[in-house]
Structures are given as C-alpha cells and as structure tokens.
C-alpha cells in the first residue's frame, strides 16, 4: 500500500502494532523466528488474552519483549478490551496537532533506561501507556536475546545528504534482511532543520524536512534494531562514511 502511487499520496504509515498471544507468545517465539522479527519492528505490542495466562508468564514475557524491542509501548489486552486511542498515535507526526512528535516517536530514554539497568547487573521490564522521552545520552548498545541487538547512535557533526545515504545505504545492501527497523532526525550539511528518516529492512519512507529541531541538541540520532549485528559494526560504518573530507 505505501508503494502505490495513489495510496501513497493520501495516506501515510502511523505505527506498526503487533499482538503477542499471553498464553503461547513466549513459545512462539522460541520457535518461530519471524514472529521476533514483528515483535522488533512494532511500535506498540498488545499482549492478548492475560485473562486466561498465568501472570508469572506474563511477566516473564513482557520482560522478554521489552529485551526485543524497548522502544515499543507495551499494553495488557484484558478480555479482548482495550482503549482504541492506545492504538493510535505512535507515529511521527502527532495525529491531533498535525506536527512532528520527534521525541516521542523516537523514544531515545527507552534505550538509556534499559543499558543503565544492564549496567546494574538486571533487566527489567515497563508494561505502560505512557511515551517516553528522551534527551543527551551517549550511545547505548543492547545485546539482547533472540539475537535482537537494538541501540541508538549519535553523531555530534553533520555529513552530506550524500554521505548520510550512502551510509544508510550500505547497510540496507549488505544486511538489509537483518536490519529490522531503522529510525532518526540527521543534521545535513547545510541545512538548519533536521531530516527523518524511517526504514522497515528492505523498504524506506521517503525523507522528511522537519519545522525544527526537537530540542538545542542538534547531534543526528538513529535507532537500530537488528538481527545478529552488533553495534560497534554500524559504528564503524557510520564513522567510515563520516570521515570525508569537509569544504565548509
């Protein structure tokens, strides 16, 4: 839908939301590889039918989503009843104000909040309603279970609009079936808003010149979540790509 030229003009993605089966989820993820995968990319996941789970699962598998994809908003489906404004909204561009909502589609403090808790020597899990925002952290690096390395990337200089796709480039060829879901506001070089971009493996949104950084801090950001790709290799990408020789 979001390739064909006349859908795409009139609408645009808000969220991706998956449902993990309170009952089975833990077990379908043990076996099925792909249902990790959609748990990695979704931006809310709804976990179903806790009326019937025991509740020592449910919160082991909580705590294993939240290990998979800290990012996403996590909410308990109670007799198959939810709020429906929880099912919307998770997108970048805020559905009542019409305007980009960078801090809380981005959600940088998830992946702080769960690096500070590793370094405490425990994870832990947040079943919420609430967004999270974040702010001038350095870069966070989770080595999850399930293969699932998720982490948040910044660069404190701008590049050229050709180097950022060059870079962003590079991975989608090299492991762009393991790149599960990429998300961010880059500083390009001469330009003073930042750009958004948002890719899901193979497929990009195109770009987006936002109205206005989201805060002082101007540094690009970009959430990874990937398959079996650890941090410091798209580091050492990015740096690659970002050590060309400045004329400005």
Sequence with gaps: LIADPLIGRCFHLDSVIATVDAATGDQTLDNHEESVRQAAIADRLLITKTDIADPAAISA????L???NPGADRFRVLNGEIEPAR???????????????????????????????????????????????????AHHNHDHHDGIHAFCLYRETSMSWES??????????????????IKGILNVDGLDQPVAVHGVQHVFHPPAILEAWPSDDHRSR?????????????????????SEVRTD
Excluded at 102 to 124: C, I, P, T
């Design 164 to 181: 950022w796709v060059g870079f962003l480039q590079s991975l989608i060829d090299a492991r762009g079936q393991d790149m599960l879901r």
């Design 66 to 68: 939240n290990q998979i």
């Design 61 to 64: 598998l909580d705590e294993r």
């Design 222 to 242: 970009l959430v990874f979540i990937a398959k079996d790709i650890p941090e410091q290799v798209i580091r050492t990408m990015l740096d690659s790509w970002g």
């Design 87 to 137: 099912l919307f909204g998770a997108g970048l561009y805020d559905p009542e104000t019409k305007s980009a909502d960078v801090q809380r589609w981005l959600n940088e403090e998830a992946y702080a909040d769960e690096a500070a808790a590793k370094d405490d020597g425990h994870d832990h899990g947040h079943d919420h309603g609430h967004d999270h925002h974040g702010h001038d952290h």
